[in-house]
């Protein structure tokens, strides 16, 4: 959903594991989602996105999942590396939202060595 | 593909003057940019969305006077930050959509600071 100026929520994972970060969005009519990883003093960098007529999607380590019953989205990152430390931010767009991305408040997914 | 540039990628500035930034579609036209403004450990609030040739819109509470959008053409879009305040002290990123889809390619950002 959009974001009111909440801190973010922190993921601590170890090296190898797998990561879970999960996102509640706002509107059932959404029909497009996004996920995007931001470092440190950079732009959102796309990782994955989704389409509402599918509840699964995988890529390069990379798995997203969308229970539109729940209006929920998730990111698997399979065997987490000290690389996917960042922030992680869902985004959900639509013909409702005029083509605007609304921003979820974002996870920061810290792994240790 | 749908690279997206900014400039400056950080600026410094004395309180009451004036800042632009530039976004730039390298290798697509841009039929819509989109300005965001992001706090330290927050999430990117929108602030106005620019179309190609026409006036930009603004989010509820940005203040259009103060943030000044151009979008001349189909490759760059430009945010100018008039009379700054410490309080406008932010990263700006810009966004661009190439038409007929919901993506969106996102610049490096503008680290802003007033002093």
């Known amino acids: 959903g959009e974001s009111v100026g909440l801190h973010l929520p922190t993921l601590s994972v170890q090296e190898g594991d797998n990561s879970i970060i999960n996102c509640a969005y706002s509107?059932?009519?959404?029909?497009?989602f996004i996920w995007y990883k931001q470092e440190s003093g950079k732009g959102p960098q796309f990782i994955i996105d989704?389409?509402?007529?599918?509840d699964k999607r995988q890529g390069q380590r990379v798995t997203v999942l969308l229970n539109k019953t729940v209006k929920h989205l998730s990111l698997q990152i399979a065997a987490t590396q000290p690389g996917d430390s960042a922030v992680y931010f869902c985004?959900?767009?639509?013909?409702?939202?005029?083509?605007?991305?609304?921003f979820g408040q974002g996870t920061e997914l810290s792994v240790k060595p | 593909g749908a690279v997206v540039s900014q400039h400056p990628s950080w600026v410094i500035c004395k309180s009451g003057t004036s800042v632009k930034i530039e976004c730039r579609s390298l290798?697509?036209?841009?039929?819509?940019m989109f300005w965001y403004r992001q706090f330290p450990k927050q999430s990117l609030m929108l602030m106005a969305t620019?179309?190609?040739?026409?006036?930009?819109?603004?989010e509820q509470g940005v203040e259009k006077d103060k943030f000044l959008i151009n979008h001349a053409s189909l490759t760059l879009s430009t945010l100018t930050v008039t009379s700054a305040h410490p309080e406008d002290s932010s990263f700006y990123i810009c966004?661009?959509?190439?038409?007929?889809?919901?993506?969106?390619?996102f610049g490096p950002g503008t680290r802003l600071t007033v002093t």
């Open positions: 509107n059932s009519a959404s029909d497009y």
């Open positions: 989704i389409r509402s007529n599918m």
């Open positions: 290798d697509f036209q841009a039929t819509t």
């Open positions: 985004a959900e767009n639509g013909s409702i939202q005029g083509g605007k991305l609304i």
């Open positions: 966004s661009a959509g190439a038409g007929g889809s919901y993506e969106q390619y």
């Open positions: 620019s179309n190609e040739g026409s006036k930009a819109t603004y």
